[in-house]
């Protein structure tokens, strides 16, 4: 279907005096598209067109490009097993530890393994004790609160450390699901 679509906007493009509009119209009538429906822009009408000029063929021609040299196989399996080993190792590490570029390895990552970072969350277990200084702490807030002499200002800007310094912006979990990691 997309080897017709494209001989005929090129057929069309030659027999109307090059216009895309008219190629438009007419590409609507002849595959019955309707009137919302997405149609070839003129962009895309002109690049088929220049590649029938340039190759004789409306189809897409191979990639002349370089070849990919970072995504081989033996890379993929190596950066799954750096993953698998250490989950927590930063992109930047890994690829100089891995000898590939770090767009490389977000590639293999993202597009090869269908991985992606997920950032750990920081919790505090609860015992049943703190249940009642909770409420026993809510009550007193509540009275603060409902007293006219005290101005309460509170801000979200605060740092915890319950158990030492952790930089919870950096840090991320590469996996292929939502592991749920917890700390």
């Given at each position: 279907?997309?080897?017709?679509?494209?001989?005929?906007?090129?057929?069309?493009?030659f027999?109307?005096?090059?216009?895309?509009?008219?190629?438009q119209?007419?590409?609507r009538?002849?595959?019955?598209?309707?009137?919302?429906?997405?149609?070839?822009?003129?962009?895309?009408i002109?690049?088929?067109?220049?590649?029938?000029?340039?190759s004789?063929?409306?189809?897409?021609?191979?990639?002349?490009?370089?070849?990919?040299?970072?995504?081989?196989?033996e890379?993929?399996?190596s950066?799954?097993r750096?993953?698998?080993?250490?989950?927590?190792r930063?992109?930047?590490?890994r690829?100089?530890?891995?000898?590939l570029?770090?767009?490389s390895?977000q590639?293999?990552?993202?597009?090869?393994?269908n991985?992606?970072?997920?950032?750990?969350?920081i919790?505090?277990?609860?015992l049943?004790?703190?249940?009642?200084?909770?409420?026993?702490f809510?009550?007193?807030?509540?009275?603060?609160i409902?007293?006219?002499?005290v101005?309460?200002?509170?801000?979200d800007?605060a740092h915890?450390?319950?158990?030492?310094?952790?930089?919870?912006q950096?840090g991320?979990?590469w996996?292929?699901?939502?592991?749920?990691?917890l700390?």
């Amino acid at each position: 279907m997309e080897r017709e679509h494209r001989v005929f906007a090129v057929e069309q493009f030659f027999r109307n005096n090059d216009s895309v509009i008219t190629i438009q119209r007419l590409f609507r009538r002849q595959f019955n598209v309707a009137r919302d429906a997405a149609i070839p822009d003129r962009n895309t009408i002109l690049r088929w067109v220049e590649s029938f000029r340039t190759s004789g063929s409306v189809m897409k021609r191979t990639s002349t490009g370089r070849p990919r040299m970072a995504r081989t196989p033996e890379n993929v399996e190596s950066v799954r097993r750096s993953v698998i080993e250490s989950p927590r190792r930063s992109t930047r590490r890994r690829a100089s530890i891995l000898g590939l570029s770090r767009r490389s390895l977000q590639q293999i990552l993202r597009g090869e393994l269908n991985f992606n970072p997920y950032k750990i969350m920081i919790v505090q277990k609860l015992l049943p004790s703190d249940f009642v200084q909770r409420k026993l702490f809510c009550e007193r807030m509540l009275k603060i609160i409902a007293s006219d002499d005290v101005i309460l200002m509170m801000s979200d800007e605060a740092h915890f450390y319950l158990d030492g310094y952790v930089n919870k912006q950096n840090g991320r979990f590469w996996a292929g699901e939502n592991p749920r990691e917890l700390h």
